[in-house]
C-alpha cells in the first residue's frame, strides 16, 4: 500500500499568515492526490483534487500543487475559519490512504 | 442537494457486530460508488473499502478482510457496512462517503458519521 507521510505534523500560525504543508508519497501519484479540511466533530471537507484542482467553493487562497511524490497545500492569508487539521490522500490505486494529518492552530 | 445520512450513534460490547447504514439522496445513486471511512478519536482517517452501487463489487482494505461487509440497497439508495467482532480498537466515528466519479476516488460528499462505541 502506499504510504503518505505529511509535514510537518502541527504548525501555530497568526491571521494573514502563508502556510505550506506538505505530502509525500512512498511511490509516484502522478496527480492523484486530493486536500481535504476537517474541523472537530465534522467530517472532511474538499479542498482540492487531482494535486492541483481548487474543488468548486472552496476560496481561492487555497492552493495545491506538485506531481509525482511530492505535494503541496498553500493556504495564503490565512483566515479565522482556516483553523483546523488537514489531510492529504492518494487515489491512484486501491488501497486509499491518508496521510496522517497537519493541525493548524492560532500563534 | 446531495445528502448521505447517518445514523449518530451505536453502542457494542466486544465480541458484537454493527451494521452501520447510509442514506444517499439527491443524485442517481448508481452512479458513483460509496466507500467507508473511519477515525478513532483524535486520531487520522483510516480507508475501509468501497462498494460500486452497479454491480456490488466490493475492494475491502487488507486490514478489515474477513470481518466487513459493505453491502447496498439500490431500492432505497441506502449503503451499508457490517463489522463483526469488535473490539475496543474499533471505537471510532464511521463515514460513508461518495466518490467523485469512476477513476477519481475522492470525496466531495460525506455522511456526517456514526460514533460506533465498543465496550463492555
Known amino acids: 500500500a502506499i504510504q503518505l507521510t505529511q509535514s510537518p505534523s502541527s504548525l501555530s500560525a497568526s491571521i494573514g499568515d502563508t502556510v505550506t504543508i506538505t505530502c509525500r508519497a512512498s511511490q509516484v501519484l502522478y496527480s492523484a492526490l486530493a486536500w481535504y479540511q476537517q474541523k472537530p466533530g465534522k467530517p472532511p471537507l474538499l479542498l482540492i483534487y487531482?494535486?492541483?484542482t481548487l474543488e468548486v467553493g472552496v476560496p481561492s487562497r487555497f492552493s495545491g500543487s506538485g506531481s509525482g511524490a511530492d505535494f503541496t497545500l498553500t493556504i495564503s492569508s490565512l483566515q479565522p475559519e482556516d483553523f483546523a487539521t488537514y489531510f492529504c490522500q492518494h487515489f491512484t490505486t486501491y488501497p486509499l490512504t491518508f496521510g496522517p494529518g497537519t493541525k493548524v492552530d492560532l500563534k | 442537494q446531495i445528502h448521505l445520512v447517518q445514523p449518530g450513534v451505536e453502542v457494542r460490547k466486544p465480541g458484537a457486530s454493527v451494521k452501520l447504514s447510509c442514506k444517499a439522496s439527491g443524485y442517481t445513486f448508481t452512479s458513483h460508488a460509496i466507500s467507508w471511512v473511519r477515525q478513532a478519536p483524535g486520531q487520522g482517517l483510516e480507508w475501509m473499502g468501497w462498494?460500486?452501487?452497479?454491480?456490488?463489487?466490493?475492494n475491502y482494505a487488507k486490514k478489515f478482510q474477513g470481518r466487513v461487509t459493505m453491502t447496498t440497497e439500490n431500492s432505497a439508495t441506502t449503503a451499508y457496512m457490517e463489522l463483526r467482532s469488535l473490539s475496543p480498537d474499533d471505537t471510532a466515528v464511521y463515514y460513508c462517503?461518495?466518490?467523485?466519479?469512476?477513476?477519481?476516488?475522492?470525496?466531495?460528499?460525506w455522511g456526517q458519521g456514526t460514533l460506533v462505541t465498543v465496550s463492555s
Open positions: 462517503a461518495r466518490d467523485r466519479n469512476t477513476g477519481s476516488a475522492f470525496f466531495e460528499y
Open positions: 462498494i460500486s452501487t452497479q454491480n456490488a463489487y466490493t
Open positions: 487531482d494535486a492541483s
